[in-house]
């Protein structure tokens, strides 16, 4: 845990160090040993700083979202970009675009809303006669889902232009550009979420035993899972709204939290604390140096790191059970 | 007899005498000459004995087929009459003979019909692309856009276009790139064999990842050149790259010959390995040109039109609806293609007019309820 504290403290000073243009490391490091360079500091406070926060926060969401949905699907292979949460926290961003909504608390409530809806429709199609069974199944039907959801945004975006330029740098995935303002306004729905999860930890331990011995050590099977879907819409559409629809973070963050903490619930969600933001901005600082002088949308690098993480698991001769 | 000589010419074969066309309903007329054989029920048996060949047709097959076809010529008519400027039907036929109004002529001739003619051979590509690799995985949703083989060829036929310092061509760069996935994705499903829900994850992946290698290079150039490769992200028919449409109709014609080639082999791959090669499958060796045969008619269809999404699916799926469980409809899904992407095309053109919207969104938008549903129905039967 210390050693991934260490890290992720590491990953958030790197994050500030390193990004296009001409503010590179050496210059950062003379700011911060208290040289005025003013066209440094506006970089630094100003656009990284907010960066890595986001980068932080969207990061935990994510990974805690990602654990909890496994949790509650008893699915190794849940995830909230490949089951259709997030295509559906874009898809209701972007119908409130066209049906002409602009304000940007709006866009977060509006987002947490669609993955709410995305989330239960999905889960739903899981109670159904052996998808539910069968983890493999549920992707399908979430890639299904997601594709829909996914044409039918760009079918809207095509309908309205106005709606598209709004949207177009938002609606691939990405942590440039983003104020802190955002980060503020999607700070109240987290802190409920945070207090949520912190209380609903044990009764999710418990459902890992099975629905009875969770009835019979007092809980209450179906009233756990909907309040865990909700805290995934909260934090789904949290980082929706900021970051855009970012996938496979909430596959990758829980697997590797899975290999630190063993199969107990609350230890993964404790290791997913670090591990998620340590993902996200790992993959932020990559994508901005891969392609420099200009950046790659986070969410297309999260896919090039994520899909071989999905082969593994599927490809692994039992699929660890949950 | 009669009846027997009406078929005879239905079929189009042109046997001398019509009598060696025996029906099982008139086995007294059988009896009569010795060197027919007996059809199964719901066959015909058609003997051609000058060249000693003789084969089954089956009555079902050859009513679904006629129907097809004739749907897909009146979706071709309407297409050609509906847009910007509606045509008469009446006015379109002559046109495409290249008579009557020189205006009609011009608009039918130079904008619409070659259009149509790239939708017919798209569609018809991707659903017989499907139903081969349905049948060789013997999973209906194992189609080649799921598997990740749409995805594969796109990336690659985007790096043609937007110029990652090669210059081939498209139809070549697009053959390339779904070689490529379906090599990831069969290799990496090898452990898990290719039968089964693993295996179309494994290739959900591959896609994933395919799909943001294309995001990667549409990031990397200007903004005009991105634009300019949009269409192909999504599937369009907007933007045929010359030649690809040639070289895709030769490589059609050619496929639907290699597949029923293949069709006996294919019908009898529904069963486990044992049983096939038990019958006299070489089932290594078949499964090889399945799917050489699957992944060359994506690539062609996606060099034109770029990964329309839905359409190896739902063609297939209709053809086996109308079809009976016989045999593989290698024919009736191809022109069940072809009709879907006709109309699909059509509706994208039409329904929000002026703006369009591209083909792949409409089918996807038509094909992601369709897969749900058949995903959430019990398992049935198998292709």
Redesign the interface.
Known sequence: MLILLTALVAVSVVSLLIGAGEVGPQRVLGLLLSASDSEAQFIVWELRTPRTLIGIVVGIALGVAGALLQAISRNP?AEPGLLGVSAGAAFAVALALVLGASAATLRISVAQLGALVGCICVLS?AR????GN?P??L???G???S??L???T??ML??DQRAADEIRFWV?GSLAGRRLDDLVAVLPSLLVAAIAVVIMARPLAALALGERAASGLGHHPTLIRWVAVGCVALLVGAATAIAGPI??VGLVVPFVARAFAGPDIRRTLWFCLPIGPLVVLTADIISRVV?AP????L???T??C???V??AV??A?RLPML | MKIMANHSSLTGVATRRSHAVTNHAVPNHAAEHADSVLAPEGYWHIALPRWGYSFLLEKRALAVNMGLLVALLAACLLYLSLGSVPLAPSAVIPAVLGKGDMMTAFMVQELRLPRLIAACFTGAAFALSGILMQTLARNR?ATPG?IGIDNGATAFAVASIVGMGVSIAPPAMALAGATTAAVLTFG??A??GTQ???F???G???G??F???T??ML??VAIDTANAAYPWT?GSLNARPGGAVQLLGIGLALGIIAALALARSLTLLRFNDATASGLGVRVKARRLQILMLSVVLTAFAVAVAGPV?MVALIGPEIARSLSSARQVPILAATLAGALVMVLADLAGRTL?AP?E??V??VT??VG??W??WI??R??RSRP
């Open positions: 292979l199609v159904f006669r052996g998808v069968d493999v199944r992707v399908l039907a890639a299904a889902f594709g829909l996914g044409s039918l760009s079918l095509l309908y691939v996938a496979f392609v200009s950046e790659l949308p969410g297309v690098l896919a090039l994520g899909a071989p999905l082969i599927v490809r001769k | 949703l799921i990496l499903a452990g898990s089964g829900y693993r179309i994850v494994a959900i992946g591959v994933a990842m799909g943001a290698v995001q990667l990031a990397r999504v999404g929000l703006i919207i591209p792949g969104i996807a938008v992601g309820p897969l749900l995903l959430m019990p398992q």
